[in-house]
């Protein structure tokens, strides 16, 4: 018997060794975090799996606007340099591409529902991958909608969302609501559109061209298409048109959350006032596309984007490599990863993501799911932004007051991109 003991206490040491062995020889894992506010949830998150694995995870968290420095500084420590680290836009990419793994036949890139939010290189190769994002479209009242006759389900296109809002907007004084709210102008509100919904047009075109860059100029290929849209705002809603400049962002948010029109084109950063500040029932709440009238677009998912992209140091050893892959892995199926990563991050794009309290993220993760295409944010390439965005408005205020036509708002979209990009290029 004690001869038995013996050699199950050499063989418990011997295993013991093994594994302390297996993890050295399997690398280690240290990622350069991006968000300071996910610091703590990043540094609970590598002790589970270290405690788990005997994976040594360290994570670094850069100070609040100083990441690319501190990348560039941690880059040059050789050996100890990052295995982990984010890459933001396609700058980024054109940055770091000697230190980005190409991540195409990764067990990581298997799991993700959408390859939208990834960033390529010259080569075409994945080096980034984008594990988290942010939605815009138009955010729905589902019980006013119902009550005016209709579900979100008859809204698939823009001849649909048309029909439901021009017989809404019609029926306004009996049903006691409007169609959209009010389409401001002001500072506080006309980046929706100069911005948010100039990338409608922008999208289609950028895809249609296999625009990878800010390019010197733009077509407006689908301008008619963006002015779809705007007409169906500025008509169908209680506002008057002439007078959108003095119309502010938190009007807008306040004549929705007030239930005093069905439809409030804005993000997934809304779910919480319109929650928490006007008492509203997550049940009623829904976010549909922005349909414009393009082909097509019934296929479409939400306006989304992201700058939270990992990439993997090409340049760590092959254990580090190894090691960083099997973390990431093991983050976005394990039950410990995706519930912290619903909690910090809202929604992301793969198949085990966890349901989050935002109603938004979660109609967007389901469009995903049902392979509808990301309308990616095409606006991120617009060339001094504020001078572009600007000349949009301007426009705007007058064609909607009726003092110019269409061409108005056409000039400034085509010729004004080519005086933004001339004036910072």
Request: proline content about 2%; overall charge negative.
């Amino acid at each position: 018997m004690k001869k038995l003991f013996v050699l199950a206490m050499a063989l418990c040491m011997a295993l013991s060794m093994l594994a302390v062995t297996a993890s050295a020889e399997g690398g280690k894992v240290y990622y350069l975090n991006f968000k300071p506010e996910a610091d703590a949830a990043w540094q609970d998150l590598a002790a589970k799996y270290q405690a788990a694995t005997g994976v040594e995870v360290k994570v670094l968290t850069a100070a609040s606007g100083s990441y690319s420095t501190t990348l560039t500084s941690e880059m040059d420590k050789g050996a100890a340099a990052p295995t982990l680290f984010q890459i933001g836009n396609a700058e980024g990419v054109a940055t770091w591409n000697d230190y980005a793994l190409a991540l195409d036949d990764t067990d990581l890139i298997k799991e993700m529902t959408t390859a939208d939010f990834n960033l390529k290189n010259a080569d075409g190769a994945t080096v980034a991958v984008g594990y988290c994002y942010e939605a815009y479209g138009i955010i729905t009242n589902k019980a006013l909608l119902e009550k005016a006759g209709y579900t979100v389900a008859d809204i698939k296109d823009f001849a649909s969302l048309k029909a439901v809002a021009d017989d809404i907007h019609a029926r306004a004084a009996e049903l006691g609501f409007d169609a959209f709210t009010s389409a401001g102008l002001d500072g506080s509100s006309s980046w929706r559109f100069s911005g948010h919904l100039t990338n409608m047009p922008l999208f289609y075109e950028f895809r249609d061209d296999g625009i990878t860059e800010t390019p010197a100029t733009v077509k407006g290929s689908y301008l008619d298409a963006y002015k779809n849209i705007w007409d169906l705002y500025v008509t169908d809603s209680a506002a008057d048109a002439k007078k959108l400049s003095g119309y502010t962002g938190d009007q807008a948010e306040a004549e929705f959350g007030e239930g005093k029109a069905v439809f409030f084109q804005n993000g997934t950063w809304e779910f919480s006032s319109l929650v928490n500040n006007f008492g509203m029932n997550p049940d009623d709440l829904a976010m549909l596309p922005i349909y414009c009238g393009v082909d097509g677009e019934e296929n479409a998912a939400l306006c989304a984007g992201t700058e939270n992209c990992w990439a993997v140091n090409a340049k760590a050893s092959e254990e580090d490599i190894k090691a960083t892959l099997d973390f990431l892995y093991w983050v976005v199926t394990s039950d410990e990863g995706t519930e912290m990563m619903a909690k910090e991050f809202g929604p992301i794009p793969f198949k085990a993501a966890k349901a989050s309290d935002n109603v938004f993220f979660n109609d967007s993760t389901a469009l995903l799911n049902e392979g509808k295409y990301v309308v990616t944010w095409a606006f991120n390439y617009t060339p001094d932004v504020d001078n572009w965005r600007a000349g949009i408005v301007s426009a705007l205020e007058q064609y909607s007051a009726g003092e110019a036509d269409w061409g108005e708002v056409e000039y400034a979209f085509v010729n004004g991109w080519a005086a933004a990009y001339e004036a910072t290029h």
